[in-house]
């Protein structure tokens, strides 16, 4: 269960640190490489996470899915070089090659908010949504009203990227 496999990755109990489903549908955009850590306010929240990613539909090569780096231990060099969480182009090239993470409905994806990730345009005629689950480690406390709170001050004070805490995000906004 998530719950087992959450313990098991934090090495001790863990607490719900944010929940969202991204929505990446035909033409959706996709985010630029970085690390979550930048956006999860290590300096002040919790210091480490573990997210789980719960595939809702297939993720292929067409349509954007998650990448990460295929060397191992690129999660353990702590923050990388960023401009607003977005890690710079000549390391995202040295930490790389990336390869994608190709996923069936229900598969599970584990990884620490360390890891540099990034997804391109999803270019398919299919959605490709995804839930994601963030624990922190409880001894660091329930920190997942804190979280929020940042996060919605971070938009009224105009230091948010389009989306996100971080400017990651690399598509465009829809307006209905």
């Known amino acids: 269960t998530v719950w087992r496999m959450r313990l098991q990755a934090m090495r001790e109990?863990?607490?719900?640190?944010?929940?969202?489903?991204?929505?990446?549908?035909?033409?959706?955009?996709?985010?630029?490489?970085?690390?979550?850590?930048?956006?999860?306010?290590?300096?002040?929240?919790?210091?480490r996470h573990i997210s789980v990613r719960v595939a809702i539909d297939h993720a292929d090569e067409s349509n954007g899915p998650l990448e990460v780096p295929r060397r191992a231990g690129t999660h353990r060099q702590g923050i990388y070089p960023n401009k607003h969480g977005v890690i710079e182009p000549d390391i995202e090239e040295a930490i790389g090659p990336w390869m994608s993470l190709v996923l069936a409905p229900g598969d599970l994806v584990l990884f620490?908010?360390?890891?540099?990730?990034?997804?391109?345009?999803?270019?398919?005629?299919?959605?490709?949504?995804s839930a994601y689950?963030?624990?922190?480690?409880?001894g660091e406390g329930d920190l997942h009203a804190a979280y929020y709170r940042k996060k919605q001050q971070a938009f009224c004070d105009g230091s948010a990227g389009a989306i996100s805490i971080n400017h990651d995000f690399g598509g465009d906004i829809v307006k209905p």
């Not at 549908?25 to 850590?37: K, M, R």
């Not at 620490?112 to 949504?129: A, G, I, V």
């Not at 689950?133 to 409880?138: D, E, G, I, K, V």
Request: charge should be positive; charged fraction near 20%.
């Open 13 to 47: 109990p863990a607490v719900l640190f944010k929940d969202k489903i991204n929505f990446k549908g035909p033409g959706g955009g996709g985010f630029l490489p970085h690390q979550d850590a930048t956006a999860y306010a290590t300096d002040s929240l919790a210091t």
């Open 112 to 129: 620490d908010s360390f890891l540099p990730h990034r997804s391109f345009t999803n270019d398919s005629t299919r959605w490709r949504r």
């Open 133 to 138: 689950l963030t624990y922190n480690a409880a």
